[in-house]
């Protein structure tokens, strides 16, 4: 399967924890973005890369939230000090270069904080 | 000027219907405007999507209409399937950016 593999697919935490959540993009693909999705909601942009760099970030992107893509392959996404609020399907897609390239998604992971 | 409307918040189809889920933007730089289709704890799976140039494409039993001067754009499921249950998203998105997702149809079509 040469999908977006994202890792793990349940985490189930307690409030104030931290948590990191894994992204394998497509491997021919130098774009990565990572969404939320709430219950009913559709996916909100939270961050996207091009290579390793960072290009944006949402400003629902607060300072417990971190991304890193080294060497431009995977990517992770680190909650710190998790609050309820951040319970929450956690999505990553990848894409190639340029406007009009499809975004291709995970299956995300799903969060929960106790 | 960043929003994507969606509508009907849910749909109800006998099965060999037509199902018409519409999307309206703001934004006139949008170049690119995809459909997606997500199952229940699954990620949205990519479905067919239109540029602004186009004003119909149509795979298989999906179609996309699109409105350039009205700024609406619109997914049509000819001969809906039970298997075609599921929430549909529209988006859009400009120069590859972060895709604006419209809010979702929950779609249910029954046999």
């Known amino acids: 399967d040469t999908g977006v593999s994202q890792d793990p697919r349940h985490k189930i935490t307690k409030r104030g924890q931290n948590v990191t959540f894994r992204c394998d993009p497509i491997?021919?693909?130098?774009?990565l973005y990572w969404y939320r999705q709430t219950l009913g909601q559709g996916p909100e942009f939270l961050t996207y890369f091009q290579n390793e760099a960072q290009l944006e970030k949402s400003r629902l992107l607060s300072d417990r939230f971190s991304a890193e893509r080294p060497k431009g392959s995977f990517s992770t996404l680190e909650i710190q000090r998790t609050e309820q609020g951040d319970s929450a399907m956690y999505l990553c897609?990848?894409?190639?270069?340029?406007?009009?390239?499809?975004?291709?998604f995970g299956d995300g992971t799903r969060l929960s904080i106790l | 000027q960043q929003q994507v409307k969606q509508s009907p918040q849910s749909l109800i189809v006998q099965k060999g219907g037509i199902s018409i889920i519409n999307c309206a933007y703001e934004n006139t730089a949008f170049d690119y405007f995809p459909w997606y289709q997500q199952f229940p704890g699954k990620g949205p799976a990519l479905l067919i999507a239109i540029r602004p140039d186009v004003s119909e494409k149509k795979e298989g039993r999906f179609t996309i209409s699109f409105n350039k001067s009205a700024k609406q754009f619109s997914l049509h499921i000819m001969d809906s399937q039970p298997g075609d249950s599921a929430t549909y998203f529209c988006?859009?998105?400009?120069?590859?950016?972060?895709?604006?997702f419209g809010t979702g149809t929950r779609l249910q079509v029954f046999p």
């Open positions: 988006a859009a998105t400009l120069r590859g950016d972060k895709l604006i």
């Open positions: 897609a990848s894409s190639s270069d340029g406007g009009g390239q499809p975004q291709h």
């Open positions: 491997s021919e693909h130098n774009r």
